[in-house]
């Protein structure tokens, strides 16, 4: 595991595109302070800049660079057992195209030590999208993703990949009160 996690990490760094398992399912992921690879990542999956991007972070205290005010519930729901993204307002210090167009943002964090280790050693959050072209079905095994796709991106991260991995993340919204809403 080791060695992928350099591997990725170094595309990362040059603005490159990973393939790669996360605590959900598979995705394809960039820096997310990287305008041009977040860039590259709507175009290869040919999904409309107005859909936002989920964003991984590593530690709570990443929320902290991301928003000048965390709502004390969005830390009960990150210690959820179900994978959550939770959306969030008037996020900051991040891609802009990767912020919805309200600047409200799609937050999760992770759980899966891989994912973690990427992020830590990159020293930003990551992007997580499903691995799949949009509108199409979300893959739940490697051998399922569309092969344009895998050529297309920087490198495939060579871990589970005879792994099922089918569910994705729980999707909540915390309101301007502190209530949640649930999305997904």
């Known amino acids: 595991m080791d060695q992928e996690i350099a591997n990725a990490v170094e595309v990362l760094k040059k ?7 996360t605590d959900t399912i598979w995705g394809i992921g960039c820096d997310a302070n990287n305008k041009e690879a977040v860039n590259k990542i709507f175009t290869l999956k040919k999904r409309a800049k107005s859909k936002a991007l989920i964003i991984l972070i590593a530690e ?6 991301l928003m000048l005010q965390v709502p004390p519930s969005a830390f009960n729901e990150m210690h959820n057992k179900l994978p959550t993204t939770i959306i969030f307002d008037n996020v900051n210090n ?3 195209e990767i912020l919805a167009n309200d600047g409200s943002a799609a937050i999760r964090l992770v759980k899966d030590k891989f994912c973690q280790e990427i992020i830590f050693n990159l020293g930003n959050p990551i992007i997580s999208t499903s691995a799949n072209i ?5 893959p739940i095994e490697f051998n399922e993703i569309n092969k344009e796709l895998i050529n297309s991106v920087d490198y495939v991260v060579n871990l589970r990949k005879d792994q099922i991995m089918e569910t994705p ?7 301007t009160n ?7």
């Open 178 to 184: 502190g209530e949640i809403i649930k999305i997904r």
């Open 134 to 138: 949009s509108g199409q079905k979300n």
């Open 60 to 65: 709570y205290t990443n929320l902290y660079k």
């Open 94 to 96: 991040i891609c802009k």
């Open 169 to 175: 993340s729980r999707i909540i919204k915390i309101g």
């Open 15 to 21: 603005g490159g595109i990973i393939l790669y398992p």
